[in-house]
């Protein structure tokens, strides 16, 4: 449910949400975000530690405080805690709330699927638009011709066949990139 909320987030944005380069520069990124965590917001759950590490790394159970006990952890810390919900204001209260639940630390305390459909942003107005109210293209969307070459060892529409590769190119980049620039331009 992280990754919806970060969805959700980014929608509202238009730009992504906590995007690192690496491991450790994604958690600085929603440490900085969101503040660093403290032992009781982020624990490491036992069935977590069971599944994942107990066999391979030989992890007693009285390991299982917080995340400063995991194998590898380094100390990212010194983040404080940032209202970052005011970034998606424009989801009123009910928005707002429903993104803090999904972008929770623990994914324990965070709601299932089914749990975050029953939110009371779901069913709080404003209603969804009807579909027959939504904007409309300003002209009927067709399929444009391809030109000959693009339809190189294809089938004809409608015999049932089934698609040739096309041929290859030396390089083997060189089709597929001028065949979407001719899709795309």
């Not at 299982?64 to 209260?93: C, F, M, R």
């Amino acid at each position: 449910m992280w990754s919806i909320g970060t969805i959700v987030v980014e929608l509202v944005l238009r730009v992504p949400f906590l995007a690192g380069d690496s491991d450790i520069d994604q958690l600085k990124k929603t440490f900085h975000a969101l503040g660093s965590p403290t032992e009781q917001e982020w624990p490491v759950s036992t069935v977590f530690l069971t599944i994942c590490w107990f066999p391979w790394h030989g992890i007693s159970s009285s390991h299982t405080q917080g995340h400063t006990k995991l194998p590898d952890y380094h100390e990212i810390s010194g983040y404080p805690k940032n209202p970052w919900w005011n970034l998606v204001a424009s989801l009123g209260k009910d928005g707002q709330d429903l993104c803090r639940e999904l972008l929770k630390l623990d994914p324990m305390k965070r709601p299932t699927a089914k749990k975050a459909l029953y939110h009371r942003f779901f069913t709080q107005p404003p209603r969804p638009t009807p579909p027959i109210l939504l904007p409309k293209p300003a002209a009927e969307l067709r399929p444009r011709q391809l030109a000959p070459q693009d339809l190189a060892g294809m089938a004809p529409a409608g015999t049932g066949t089934k698609r040739k590769d096309p041929p290859e190119s030396p390089s083997g980049k060189e089709n597929a990139r001028s065949v979407a620039r001719r899709l795309f331009v």
